[in-house]
T-cell receptor, first 116, second 114 residues
Framework: AQSVAQPEDQVNVAEGNPLTVKCTYS??????LFWYVQYPNRGLQFLLK??????LVKGSYGFEAEFNKSQTSFHLKKPSALVSDSALYFC??????????????FGQGTTLQVKP | EAGVAQSPRYKIIEKRQSVAFWCNPI?????LYWYQQILGQGPKLLIQ????????DSQLPKDRFSAERLKGVDSTLKIQPAKLEDSAVYLC????????????FGDGTRLSIL
């Protein structure tokens, strides 16, 4: 069965410092991996995706993510955090291969708090 | 490009009443999704449409929830009768055809059951 784990409920970082939000996944077949951000009372906004190719993926608002197949991880990173990055972040996986329906499975979410 | 439109934004009803949500996807998006997001959790897929056909409704509580997508564009999600545990945000999303295409979400309907 497909699953996504975001081990930290909350990540705190000072403005200007680098940030990492962790995600690990379990899927049979090749994974399609996504990161979304959700601001209060809003829907989810797409940040970036990994389908194939380069393990470092660049996305919106200066975010990037590193795919690591051996560790089954897809951590979200940003070199310099902004206060406006404070939000709820979701990792999601969509698997393809035998036994997969192609459904998008979301993690529980990680709240990012960036302090001035 | 106009985003995914949902209405209403908020709804308060009593248990055992019925409620309906409406979604208008991004123009040209063949795939439409309804998710349930309970406070503190990630979204859970309720139903996925490809044009006006159902692709996946394995997690839809069919004794009380129903959804339709007439003409392959707008969609409605209905709950009848509502239970207390249905209190959640109901999100609609749409995407172009293809497993690697990102989903675009509306702002959701926050449903409170009294």
């Amino acid at each position: 069965a497909q699953s996504v784990a975001q081990p930290e409920d909350q990540v705190n970082v000072a403005e200007g410092n680098p940030l990492t939000v962790k995600c690990t996944y379990s899927v049979s077949g090749n994974p399609y991996l996504f990161w979304y951000v959700q601001y209060p009372n809003r829907g989810l906004q797409f940040l970036l995706k990994y389908i194939t190719g380069d393990n470092l993926v660049k996305g919106s608002y200066g975010f990037e993510a590193e795919f690591n197949k051996s560790q089954t991880s897809f951590h979200l990173k940003k070199p310099s955090a902004l206060v406006s990055d404070s939000a709820l972040y979701f990792c999601a996986v969509r698997g393809y291969g035998s036994g997969n329906t192609g459904k998008l499975i979301f993690g529980q979410g990680t709240t990012l708090q960036v302090k001035p | 490009e106009a985003g995914v439109a949902q209405s209403p934004r908020y709804k308060i009803i009593e248990k055992r009443q019925s409620v309906a949500f409406w979604c208008n996807p991004i123009s040209g998006h063949a795939t439409l999704y309804w998710y349930q997001q309970i406070l503190g959790q990630g979204p859970k897929l309720l139903i996925q449409f490809q044009n006006n056909g159902v692709v996946d409704d394995s997690q839809l509580p069919k004794d009380r929830f129903s959804a339709e997508r007439l003409k392959g564009v707008d969609s409605t999600l209905k709950i009848q009768p509502a239970k207390l545990e249905d209190s959640a945000v109901y999100l609609c999303a749409s995407s172009s055809q293809g497993a690697y295409q990102p989903q675009h979400f509306g702002d959701g309907t926050r449903l409170s059951i009294l």
